[in-house]
């Protein structure tokens, strides 16, 4: 053990397993989940193999055995339960993916969801003993986010009783899909549904695209691999062409609309149902950006803990990076941030079971705000995320480039959150339209209940006025007045935002050309919003926890961020008039305190995340701070060093010399 | 060609041709640009290879053989003027890097300037003949920035007239040397020089580590590559151990320091030569961050001209991406940064040229300047670049996430900048240093010329007062007041930064912790002098440029520039009074304005950066548009698709159906 970080762990003003217990939600699911953990780190069969040495077609080949190891593993042990699943498999991927992933993330809960009963008889059993290995099929070479706009069509042919699936352009080419390229022999295909003449809009359908025996692709599909990627490469994103493939009607999943022998189309009750999955997966991703985050702040605070730089004194020994403001600066926001985006995803996970119990019981009433809240926190924390892996990434110095760090990793597997599963913008316009409502329903004297009940408040009281003049309300060392400086900003942002919105509708030709002309602010008032959240759910989180020390040091941080926030948006909140000039000075002082503050537990505040070393797989982010060893260890492992001499030598360099 | 690019380029209202003279510095050079290109893209020997379906050691090797090639082809086609070497190599390299590129970046010119006239005339031979192939190696597995903690050792021993050179440590291993690990047979490395039972400091010896015959690693060295890291992947970083390894005295780089053959030490006149190579790279590196960025833009400007997305009218065709505000406010600014980001490198290099004239006669009174100036805008535009690589790849949607795209090819090339020549905010701590010293010389009664001579006036006028009492001094449509403006932040933030600094040394114990805990506002105050510097030289292009439609764009990016930049740091001109609370609001009006004029420009201006597409090698980035067809091209050739059934079908999918 490095006697730095030994220190470090020493000196931490609380019990870090308290806290761990607190993330983990309970004592209990902290032992189960270190039990199923220590399962797979001990298997044999996982042993650790370094995936960076590996070229594009090793490493899919390492993860398809991977995948198959664990579905035999998961029914050998016996675990079943969605949480222990989640568990046991965040292990044996470390920070790489499953090349099967969609196959239980989509076409078995496809199938499981919009299926006839007669379709679930069928597809089931084959999905579960994957002789019908599947994936989900949505995104197109031209089309994306909007998936009306989606080209692929499946037309009904009365005559066979079957619908021909094409894909009539080069734009309607399914590009992305997860383990389409190679793996798959089936694919949920949607499609735009033509029957009798007439289109119906989008449809799924189960479409076989390999022979089940030898996994070739079947007459009229072309399939294959999109080539590399960011990262991801161990998966398998494919693209799908389809022409003229016919497949039986029954293939279309019936549960809700159907399309008869006849071709007789019949419209879904309700296409509410489908929503939920939507909102399901993005409430998940607000849990990954915790995650990811907490994992650089995890490798870039341990190393800055051991690593050694320059000179604070002359003469004395270089001191520890971390005890550097400007890395302080860096790292404990972000730290902080982890720490209220872990809360903020118990939160939604909560959230949305609770919701989906009343979903169950046919009460909608709760889908709207869930939709809404969902859409902005998965941009929110993404964005934030994202450009917070990176900041810990950089922070290590030339360290961090290095495939050793494992940063790049989490970054590369990270960064398409902020894409897939809705872009961003789009999210965060999604929530904006929500909020533009629900002010409007206030302005009509709706009485709002939720999480915008702020909107109903008397909006004079957030009048823009001269920042002298008036009372600020802003308390810079009490949770509670920043919880409702930041509230005041949402209102005031979204007030602006929906008479800029107004405005702009006596200028434009349409409703739509007024949006897009206001949506730079409206943007602007969902990112207010979902960041009051936020700062709220954080210091609600306080409320719940009893030892003293740690809600001492979950206080600290919980300040830290949101007076971080406050700095970083300062315009804001002088130009709602909830800051005085004079205490942006006083801000960043505080500031300054509540990183000195941090400075002895930030070591502890990290290893309370408690990921095993071989979950992070980061020679800097290391629990016993041996950073350097494991750095030449695990350089000496890089293919380029299998041969003293590189065959380049001989073909290129030396004859060279020969030529000048 | 696509219609829709074409109408793009029929709608821009200037000559974009005289555009790209203006960006080339002059027709000639535009020319003579051209036909240096022309040459790599039409030589049968450097025909396209797409080096993301190859592993690491086969990108080494292509890098390898492509170096060699440029190497010979340069002397055959006589070219030697280093801008030409530039722009020739730029072309050759694409996106990646040379194998042995720091053979002419550091090992010859290192030579060239820290050798005797002896040393000259036996090495320079031996390294133009490409017998010495060499590199540059200084940081250790420990060390980096602050290099007077590098550990490695140089002994001299006058019994036999040799030095013995030791990593001491395993901190001291060489780390990161491009070259190193594999091409390499020299390096110059960087020591403490012990003799005489004292040590004299660093200073850099010629060692041999590979035999020149066979390329084999010499006794007493163990060198290989560090491994894979997020890019560089065609370049052998590496690692250095040296076990006590003998070279001649001879091999002490001793044009200023020498050591005699008994081992009297003999100290250099002065230190200030080694200090202008770089100050030198530094301002390079703002041209590069341009280069980047401009790329970055033109990919992602081009493809959201002929991307279609969603609904703006019901029933309507889906419109260009760039149509949406949201797209054009993430991409517009960024294009203006990159245009201010290479009038910027057009002014440092100028500047440098000048500056290295005066010493070269022996003035150095330029240097410091230059020196500070140089540091923050490494760091203030290698920032800024790496940032908006990733909202450019990110504003192309999941396709930007495609290696086809080359985004993240830029990025992970381009973001080591932020660490290396200098780590960013090291980089912003120097350039804090200088203006803290010019704000005590000016208070002091010294008058200051240059770039800081904006902090002579007095003070008094940029005092903190009620935001409301007093006139703003912005008028947010002209450029000078605006210019004014970044000047008077930029003094009021240095003044804040000098005056805590005075408060924290009444409490502090030392003046260093004095500068680590007021290093935040250094930073602050140093990143607004940069922003000044960037809005100000921006500005005064525009005085130099006649064409009045050329005039008129330009003018309108370097307000969309500087008006941004207001919006985006709106609490510092709030608090330093420099703009009322309602100016903000028509800000943020002006701001929309200026996207909508730019939006018919936008794929003329990134036109003018005249990238050809084999060095943009960018599927979303081609001239004509025609993206899917090319991505879909492209992907047919991903490596996974050489066979139509992958192995691992055989060897884990198969087996798993049975054991299910």
Redesign the interface.
Known sequence: MNPDISRERENASFDQEILTNILDGGAEKTRRRREIESMVIRDPDFQHEDL??L???ER??AA??K??QM??KL?EYGISDPEEIYSYKSVVKGLHHESFGLHYAMFLPTINSQSTAEQQRKWIPLA????A?GTYAQ?E??????I??LETTATYDPSTQEFVLNSPT??S?K??PGGL???SNHAIVLAQLYTQGKCFGLHAFITPIRCMK????LPGVVV????????FDEV?NG?LKLENVRIPRENMLMKYAKVEPDGTYVKPPSDKLTYGTMVFIRSMIVGESARALSKSCTIAIRYSAV????????GEP?PQIL?????Q??LFPLLATAYAFHFVGQYMSKTYHRISGDINQGDFSGLPELHALSAGLKAFTTWAAN?GI?VCR?AC??H?????SSL?DIY?TF??T???EG????MM?QTARYLVKSYKQARAGQHLTGIVSYLNEPQSRIQ?Q????RPTVISINDLVSLVEAYKLRAAKLVE?AAKSLQMELQHSK?N??AW??????L?RASDAHCHYVVVKLFASKLSEIGDTSIHSVLNTLALLYALHGV?Q???????AGLLS??Q??QI?QR??GLLSELRPNAVSLVDAFDYRDEMLNSALGRYDGNV??H??E????????HT??????H???????S??
Not at 307 to 314: M, V, Y
Not at 634 to 641: D, E, F, G, I
Request: a neutral charge.
């Open positions: 960076n040495f070229s594009r077609s899919y080949d398809v055995k995948s198959a579905i035999v029914r579960e003993l994957c002789q290995l995104t070479l031209g089309h994306g986010t909007h009306r706009g080069i734009s080419i590009w992305w390229g190679k793996t030898t996994h070739m692709p294959g691999d999109i080539g590399p990627k960011f990262g398998d693209y690593r050694h730089q320059s000179e604070l004194h002359p270089e005890d550097y403001q400007t890395q600066y860096k450009a990176e950089m110095g030339g961090g480039y290095s495939r050793c790049p590369v960064t398409p902020c894409t897939y872009e961003n913008t789009v316009l823009p001269s920042v002298s003049s602006m349409s739509e050309d897009n002309n206001t949506s730079i602010e943007v700095q948006n300062s315009g804001d909140f002088l130009q000039v004079p942006l000075a960043s500031l300054k350097y060893e750095m030449f695990w350089a000496k492992r890089s293919p380029l060093n003293e001499v590189h065959e380049s030598y073909k290129y360099l030396k004859p060279l010399q030529k000048l």
